[in-house]
């Protein structure tokens, strides 16, 4: 990739914000550039249906939807989702044992569980 193209990406990345792929339309890339984009701003390589973002694993990381709904999802090296966020606001965050049971949980309304 030469230097030119490689500080144009990295414009992209730096200026993006959610929802993702409406504003990547903005930019006219091709759509395997779309995939580049996204797998530096995720720090992951992906992989990209629509208006869906997926890891390695086939983890549904990002979705959006037409009308400016969208959700980012974060999952552990066991498939454990251990984050959502939501354009509304809303989050949770989830922490699992070694057996995959859910330990912890906590969310943006206030409610905490604490299995530990």
Known sequence: MNKKY?????YI???IESPYIKYLEQYGL???EYELVLSKLFNQP???DGNHV???NGNTIYSEYSY???EKREFDSNGNKIYSEYSNGYWSKSEYDDN???IYYENSDGEIRDNR
Do not use: A, P, S
């Open 13 to 15: 990345i730096n200026d």
């Open 54 to 56: 997926y890891d390695q």
């Open 46 to 48: 992906v992989t990209t």
């Open 6 to 10: 490689q500080r144009y990406i990295n």
């Open 100 to 102: 995959g049971n859910e």
């Open 30 to 32: 091709k759509d395997n």
């Open 68 to 70: 400016g709904y969208w």
